[in-house]
DNA sequence: CCAGTGTGCGACATTGATGTCGCATTCTGC
DNA sequence: GCAGAATGCGACATCAATGTCGCACACTGG
């Protein structure tokens, strides 16, 4: 049963190498057209055809492909081995590894609307929203902030730092610092570090 | 010389609406068509192009708008009044109140691309940075933290509040302190308040 | 060396958004 | 109540992206 059989090498690897062309612009470019992606996959656009037939079946992938990603990253962040900040610093290393997925994932509102494996991701993900009640419940974590809320601000701060990072405001090596600085302490008061 | 010669008062309030509407739709919908704009103004598509030659034409409009929404929130948040810590408050609510218009002009990354005034605001965007820096020398607001990204978590966190309220998920009163306490404080540690 | 698979190239029809008009209707201010 | 402005309603041409093909070339594994 563990078949993978019309599945070329080669085949596979354009394919991915277009999925990845497509978070990469359209991060940056919304309405990049199928032809932009392509080209930045450095194939054509009727390769791309033949790997996908619809504008929306390249989506649909692309969405899968940075959805996994985060599941991935979530769940190799092993959330409940440690305590609660210790694991909250591996998960956002994590996620500023695969910054692109998490601003494509993210970035559009319309997406997340046409995708409903997004909001129910963001809905069921149980893990970050358990980590930070566990947080909460071991006095490491604020309990007047919601978990929910906690978690969004989790993912904007990690948006933040991974568009810094891109647009070479920020060095790669002091995003992870910035964030947890952020996240955890705040911007008030002289550094307590 | 104070002439505002060529506009009816009708046609401003359209014009407006129009605007207002574009902001508000495209939001939540980046590729709305401009049918969609007009009928959210609850107007015309024809009306729609008496008033804007082109959709960039629009969306010029719209942008100046959102800034000018944005500047004024600035300025009227006093920022060289009273203390910095203070004056940030005043400046988080005053975002806040405007969430829709900062969505708008920092969603998109294209936006910024064909806008420079955008790219310009967040470089010439002294206030915010002064602001920063001088709490930063009161010791006020953690010097180890550069201002450019305390600025850059602090649009983020407002973006995330701005959201979360559109969406339902946290309540418009609890906006202002959900903000200011993580921005101030962060998630750590247990509620010192 | 030779199949066959994967690709590139260009042509094509289709489609949906766009921008422009003319005409009829409604609204506004005087 | 009336003139002029502002709008609504379609009809229209245009244009760019899309999706589909057929043909020819390259690459790759036997």
Redesign the pocket.
């Known amino acids: 049963m563990s078949t993978a059989p019309t599945?070329?090498?080669?085949?596979r690897?354009?394919?991915q190498a277009i999925i990845d062309a497509a978070i990469r612009v359209l991060v940056r470019q919304r309405d990049a057209?199928?032809?932009d992606i392509?080209a930045a996959a450095?194939?054509?656009?009727?390769?791309l055809?033949?790997?996908f037939?619809?504008?929306?079946d390249l989506l649909r992938a692309a969405v899968a492909e940075a959805l996994g990603s985060i599941v991935r990253a979530t769940s190799d962040a092993a959330l409940d081995r440690g305590d609660a900040l210790q694991a909250l610093r591996r998960l956002v290393g994590a996620y500023l590894d695969i910054g692109d997925r998490i601003r494509f994932l993210f970035e559009d509102p319309g997406l997340a609307a046409q995708h409903p494996e997004i909001a129910e991701l963001a809905a069921t993900e149980g893990p970050v929203v358990g980590l930070i009640e566990r947080g909460q419940a071991a006095g490491l974590i604020a309990p007047s902030l919601s978990a929910a809320w906690i978690e969004r601000v989790l993912w904007a701060v990690v948006f933040a730092a991974a568009e810094a990072v891109d647009d070479g405001t920020l060095a790669r090596h002091e995003a992870l610092s910035s964030v947890l600085d952020t996240f955890e302490r705040g911007v008030a008061g002289p550094a307590a570090t």
């Open positions: 599945l070329t090498a080669a085949r690897r354009t394919r057209t199928l032809a392509a450095g194939t054509s656009r009727s390769t055809h033949r790997h037939a619809d504008r929306a």
